[in-house]
Each structure stands twice: as C-alpha cells, then as structure tokens.
C-alpha cells in the first residue's frame, strides 16, 4: 500500500512582469551591465509571483530578522489558500488530518508555519507536525517520501506544503556590478534574481482514495560538486551561489538515476505518460530532456510554469505536476516521473501511478 495524492491546491502573490522588473530595477541595479540584459532576456520567464515587488519596495537592504518578519506575515495567508484549496480538492476537512508537513528554505520563525497554519486551519491539536528547512528546491519529494510513509504506517491522511518566498531575498548590488564589470559571483546573483519566484503548493495524501499513488523514490548526491549549487544565510537575508556548470552536471546523472528508477517496476522512459521536471531554469530543462530523449510535449508543463511563475523553489514541481495533469490524460495504471534538483548537488526523482480507487493494484492497461 502506498499514498495517493487526493487533492492539490495552490496559492500565488501578485503578478509581476518580467520586463518591468528589469528597466523598473534591475537594469538599475546592475548599471545596465550587458551581461545582466542577456541573462534576463534568455531566462525563459514572463511572469513572476512575488510577496515584495522590487520596483515599488526595495528591500535589498534589509537584514535578516527583518526579512524574517516579513516572511511570517506574507506567508500564513498563502499557506492558508493552498492547503484550503487542497483539503477542497481532496473533498476532506482539517481536522481529519494527522500529518501536517512543511516545506520552506526562504524563511523561519519559531513557532513555525506548521504549528501557526495548523492552529489558523482548525486542524487537530494532536496533529503531528514536521518541518523540512533548507534543502531548496528538491525539498517536495522528500517530503512527499515522509508524509507517505506516515500514511501508510499509520493510516491517516497527511498534508504537505511548500512555501517559498524567494522575493524576500534581492540582494544588494556589488561595486563590480555597479560598474559594470560584473564578477562571477555577481552573474550568479543576476540568474538567481532572474529566475526566481515567490508560490505555495500543497497536497493531501490519503491512504485508500483515487489519484496518483507514490510508488517510489529515489535520490542521488554528488557531493564533489557541492559548492555549484548554495544556499547561505547572511545579514542581508539569503545567497545563492549558482554555478554555470550546474545543467551540464545534472545532465551526467539524469539519465541513470532514472533509468534505476524505472527498472526497479520494469519500465522504460517511453512507457512513462507523464513528466513534471523541475524547472530550475530554461537550461536545465533541456539539458535534462535531452539527456531522457524527452519529446518537446512531455516539457511543456515545465517550460509554462516556468514562463508563468518563475522558479518557486520547492512549490515548483508541485505546479509543474498540477499543469501536467491538466495537459496530459494520465489513464489508470499509467505512471508519471516527478524529478527536481538542488544544493548538494542532489537530484530526486519520484515514480507515481495513476489510482481511481481504493480497490485493489490498477495494472497498466
């Protein structure tokens, strides 16, 4: 027996343009440096959700207790519409939950989002409770590994969310990048501004209902190459450092990672229906579908989600799963492949199957 995802919901900041936040403030912050323009213009996003808009509020100054303030108070009302949307979705309540899992590597505050969302949503005082901190964006499918393994264990439903609010975290521009000589660290900065945004996703995990069940997981770390891919806390709020050679890494492991993956239940990469991969950025995901020999259609959920929100750290393979399921029809007995990235370098790769019911092992047709 495995858990199936019962529900799902999502929640989003407001709309930000991707070319207004360049020639709004960006473009200021790197003196126009030409090197910066490139790297927007190829980002492969549009649209951006964000708790703080730079172009009206720059918080690139802030320390970290600040930020982390900020934080609480943008995110429990987000929290609070994604899970909400989810339990809807699942046709459960909240008090019907045992296991309330959160996800965050952009922000903390004791008492946590686990505890103020649970008492916020009426769940059980005797809910168990679990906070994942820090992983980044892979930090979904481990979660989703620990909140089905609570459901099978114990039977009960388990709710997991991942929140991130990456907008709290601009960082301020460097000499060198305000005058126009940008260093390596300074183009890692212009990525990460250029890449990242702010969403919560959650889903409901039950123990005997319709949905996608999690068969399996699996991760893999190289650790030799850890320092291309960071995520440190600083006086002024995170710092990502992030690599060039971060694509052509993930790509070596790809291929065999999920190949293990498949092999394990006998199938191959072209029997799989669906594909949600993280979309760290538009490199990645091609660099990862050309190492599966992916067709274009079976990316397209990545490409959009990244066109429309941006990386959502953590919330992001959350979104990607939901729009694959409303491009692709994913029949009973019918897999789909979750994969997401990050610091370690680690990759985590999740094998689902469609369930319609709570009766009996669907078999692929």
């Not at 250029?194 to 699996?218: N, Q, R, S, T, Y």
């Amino acid at each position: 027996m495995m858990a199936r995802i019962a529900g799902a919901g999502h929640a989003l900041p407001p709309a930000i343009d991707q070319a207004e936040l360049w020639s709004g403030f960006f473009r200021g912050h790197y003196a126009e440096a030409d090197m910066a323009s490139r790297v927007w213009q190829r980002s492969g996003v549009q649209t951006r959700r964000g708790v703080v808009n730079p172009v009206h509020e720059d918080i690139s100054s802030w320390g970290t207790g600040a930020r982390m303030q900020r934080f609480v108070q943008e995110a429990l009302p987000l929290g609070k519409e994604a899970v909400s949307a989810a339990l809807e979705d699942a046709g459960v309540t909240a008090e019907e939950v045992g296991l309330f899992a959160v996800v965050s590597c952009t922000g903390y505050a004791t008492p946590g989002l686990d505890i103020l969302l649970a008492r916020d949503l009426g769940m059980s005082d005797a809910v168990h409770r679990l906070a994942i901190g820090h992983m980044g964006c892979y930090a979904a499918l481990p979660g989703l590994g620990a909140a089905n393994d609570f459901v099978v264990a114990r039977q009960k439903l388990a709710v997991l969310l991942c929140l991130e609010l990456t907008s709290l975290h601009v960082q301020p521009s460097t000499e060198t990048a305000r005058a126009g000589q940008p260093t390596p660290e300074d183009l890692q900065q212009m990525v990460t501004h250029a890449l990242f945004g702010d969403a919560a996703a959650a889903v409901v995990l039950h123990p005997d209902a319709g949905g996608l069940e999690l068969v399996d997981l699996i991760a893999r770390t190289d650790a030799s190459t850890s320092e291309h891919m960071t995520w440190q806390v600083t006086d002024l709020g995170f710092r990502m450092g992030l690599s060039p050679a971060v694509p052509e890494i993930l790509g070596r492991h790809a291929r065999p990672v999920v190949a293990e993956l498949l092999d394990r239940h006998g199938l191959t990469i072209e029997e799989v229906a669906g594909w949600a991969v993280h979309p760290g950025g538009r490199k990645i995901v091609e660099v990862v579908g050309e190492a599966l020999d992916l067709p274009e259609e079976h990316l397209q959920a990545s490409y959009e989600v990244l066109h429309d929100v941006g990386n959502c750290s953590s919330a992001t393979v959350l979104l990607v799963l939901e729009r694959v399921q409303q491009l692709r029809d994913i029949a009973a007995g019918q897999h789909v492949v979750l994969m997401a990235f990050g610091p370690g370098l680690t990759l985590y790769a999740a094998l689902l199957r469609r369930r319609e019911d709570g009766s009996g092992d669907a078999q692929p047709p």
